[in-house]
């Protein structure tokens, strides 16, 4: 029995409708005198085995300057849940659907419907064709289940990675060089299949073949189309040229620029473009993008494992373009797919995790480095210098990148401990001088008043002081009045609060706990800084304390036992912390007199 039935005459395709709304008969497809499209109804005769009660969208929209013929209009009802004609009365919730002839699928219009829903994480699902005929053939492939056991590929002329695991056929840049690219498209049934490569609205290259948007369609009189329109061949041999309405899938992503290009927005005529080609064909579901996009490997993952989950091919496809393309790039032609029929759901999404801060750690690792404030000599430079070279080498988006995060969050971790034991033994490491030598090339922006004052008691300004040129370090400065700067840090690098006695005798020992505010998970450095000319011993040198979490407060003790010979005046010492390279420094003054030493105040930093 066959699964699809077409019918040049409106009348016969009527009856036929009322038939199919019962359950019984072929699912009709009304073609009129395109006979071009019982090309596309054999194959799919091949791709889907048996009915589906496709899941509907919450709102359907129906843009039509003509009434559609009832019949279709039937067929097309049970596919939203709610139908209205004007996009500005769409509610603020759920998913929509748009559905039109081409022409009437403006891409002006349809780009703002989909920015909004882009913008609020809605599905959205677009039903067209090129004319009444192809949308009546569109719609009717809704209701379909494609075959069991139908294989999900990846086809990409610029995906040189290793196969993904998810994928049952993977044809990466090496194969599509060497293989019979038209052969593997055209030799099988698909479930889902992506083709990755270059091209424009009526094509998508692919090594030395090329999945053409030629349509036997008449062009319209008189409009623009490419190279092979005015008679002067394609630019690729005609045996490498695969049509897209030939590919046997179920769900076909087109992933390159403009492949699925709206009216007034297309190049070409309708009868060159590669979107109405394919659903001219088989796919019940056809990806294509409305504008120029950088999809890449992480695209084509994020297809192959996150489609169910996120609703939408499309939308999937959408949210990992995100940091690069923060815009809808690719649209969804057809509901969801029967090719997810075979989807688990089970697992739930991932855990977001933390993003590591790399565009900050760069930049501090940038200020080390190349701003002067080391010298070419400093016994951390060379591990400072890998680490910067293995970070811009990693900072790609298009690797996998969580292995080698692993690895620069370890000798991040690894670093931040070895500039702690510099500071704690060597007073005058050249990047304790930061404050000075950076702030002596960047401009204070206006001070902002604290609401904790220091701890004479006294309000407290704060000010970020931003580097002239990229390579130094933009910094925050804290002064007081009568204290000074009490507190200097690379921008966002962990806050100090500080608690410690403000007077005290010869022979005694002060305890200090020093507060850090983490600025994410992980370990935070904590030491302390004695001036060259104070006679006393810290203890311990070092602590390395864990914050679970960004913004937790952790805290250390420590003790300054001060020499029996120290004279009496007026000293400070700097705490410090040190993390992901971020460095944070006080100054804590307090006075050594003759008599017994009282009191114990709050010094804000």
């Known amino acids: 029995m066959t699964l699809f039935a077409p019918f040049g005459d409106l009348?016969?395709?009527?009856?036929?409708?009322?038939?199919?709304?019962?359950?019984?008969?072929?699912?009709?497809?009304?073609?009129?005198?395109?006979?071009?499209?019982?090309?596309?109804?054999?194959?799919a005769e091949q791709v889907y085995g048996h009915r589906r009660t496709p899941d509907?969208?919450?709102?359907?929209?129906?843009?039509?300057?003509?009434?559609?013929?009832?019949?279709?209009?039937?067929?097309?009802?049970?596919?939203?849940?709610?139908?209205?004609?004007?996009?500005?009365?769409?509610?603020?919730?759920?998913?929509?659907?748009?559905?039109?002839?081409?022409?009437?699928?403006?891409?002006?219009?349809?780009?703002?419907?989909?920015?909004?829903?882009?913008?609020?994480?809605?599905?959205?699902?677009?039903?067209?064709?090129?004319?009444?005929?192809?949308?009546?053939?569109?719609?009717?492939?809704q209701y379909a289940r494609v075959v069991p056991g139908a294989p999900v590929g990846v086809v990409s002329e610029?995906?040189?990675?290793?196969?993904a695991q998810d994928a049952d056929v993977w044809c990466g840049a090496q194969d599509v060089r060497r293989l019979d690219v038209a052969e593997l498209?055209?030799?099988?049934?698909?479930?889902?299949?992506?083709?990755?490569?270059?091209?424009k609205d009526d094509q998508l290259n692919l090594g030395r073949f090329t999945l053409c948007g030629a349509s036997p369609v008449a062009a319209q009189p008189g409009t623009p189309g490419p190279k092979c329109s005015y008679g002067l061949g394609c630019t690729k041999p005609q045996d490498k040229l695969i049509p897209a309405r030939a590919v046997r899938a179920a769900e076909l992503v087109l992933a390159n620029c403009f492949s699925g290009a709206l009216a007034g927005h297309a190049l070409y005529d309708p009868k060159y473009l590669i979107l109405l080609n394919a659903l001219d064909g088989p796919a019940q579901t056809v990806v294509a993008t409305l504008t120029a996009c950088d999809g890449q490997r992480p695209e084509n993952l994020a297809w192959l494992t996150g489609t169910v989950r996120a609703g939408s091919a499309a939308g999937v496809i959408n949210d990992s373009l995100r940091d690069i393309n923060p815009y809808p790039s690719f649209a969804q032609v057809g509901l969801q797919s029967s090719g997810l029929g075979e989807e688990s759901v089970s697992e739930p999404a991932p855990a977001a995790q933390p993003e590591f801060p790399l565009h900050t750690l760069g930049a501090r690792l940038s200020g080390l480095l190349d701003s002067g404030l080391l010298g070419p000599d400093?016994?951390?430079?060379?591990?400072?210098?890998?680490?910067?070279?293995?970070l811009l080498h990693e900072a790609v988006r298009t690797r996998d990148t969580a292995p080698a995060l692993t690895a620069i969050a370890q000798e991040t971790t690894s670093l931040d401990l070895a500039l702690a034991h510099r500071f704690a033994k060597h007073h005058d490491d050249p990047v304790l001088a930061f404050p000075t030598y950076f702030g002596e090339r960047s401009v204070a922006d206006t001070p902002v008043p604290l609401e904790v004052p220091c701890a004479c008691g006294r309000p407290l300004l704060s000010y970020r002081r931003r580097g002239r040129v990229p390579a130094v370090t933009d910094t925050v400065q804290v002064v007081c009045a009568r204290c000074g700067d009490i507190a200097n840090t690379l921008?966002?690098?962990?806050?100090?609060?500080?608690?410690?006695?403000?007077?005290?005798?010869?022979?005694?020992?002060?305890?200090?706990?020093?507060?850090?505010?983490?600025?994410?998970?992980?370990?935070?450095?904590?030491?302390?800084?004695?001036?060259?000319?104070?006679?006393?011993?810290?203890?311990?040198?070092?602590?390395?304390?864990?914050?679970?979490r960004a913004g937790e407060r952790v805290h250390a003790a420590f003790t300054i036992t001060l020499s029996t010979g120290a004279s009496p005046q007026a000293y400070y010492f700097c705490?410090?912390?040190?993390?992901?390279?971020?460095?944070?420094?006080?100054?804590?003054?307090?006075?050594l007199g003759t008599g017994r030493a009282n009191g114990r105040e709050q010094a804000a930093a």
């Open 56 to 141: 509907p969208a919450d709102t359907g929209v129906l843009l039509a300057d003509e009434p559609l013929p009832e019949a279709l209009r039937a067929l097309l009802a049970p596919l939203a849940r709610r139908w209205i004609t004007d996009p500005a009365r769409l509610p603020e919730t759920g998913s929509v659907l748009l559905a039109g002839t081409y022409g009437r699928l403006n891409g002006d219009e349809v780009g703002e419907v989909a920015a909004a829903a882009y913008a609020t994480g809605r599905p959205l699902f677009l039903l067209t064709g090129r004319d009444v005929h192809s949308l009546s053939w569109v719609v009717a492939k």
């Open 575 to 591: 705490p410090y912390a040190v993390q992901d390279l971020g460095i944070s420094v006080s100054r804590v003054h307090f006075t």
């Open 491 to 548: 921008a966002d690098a962990p806050e100090l609060r500080i608690e410690a006695p403000s007077r005290a005798v010869a022979g005694d020992t002060l305890h200090v706990v020093v507060e850090a505010t983490a600025r994410r998970a992980g370990t935070v450095n904590l030491g302390i800084v004695l001036p060259v000319y104070l006679d006393a011993k810290v203890g311990p040198v070092l602590r390395r304390v864990e914050a679970v």
């Open 158 to 163: 610029l995906d040189a990675a290793e196969p």
């Open 185 to 199: 498209a055209l030799g099988r049934v698909w479930r889902r299949v992506l083709f990755h490569g270059n091209g």
């Open 11 to 43: 009348t016969a395709y009527t009856r036929a409708v009322t038939q199919a709304e019962t359950g019984h008969g072929p699912l009709p497809v009304w073609i009129g005198d395109r006979v071009d499209l019982l090309d596309g109804i054999a194959l």
């Open 378 to 390: 400093h016994p951390l430079r060379p591990r400072l210098r890998a680490l910067s070279d293995t």
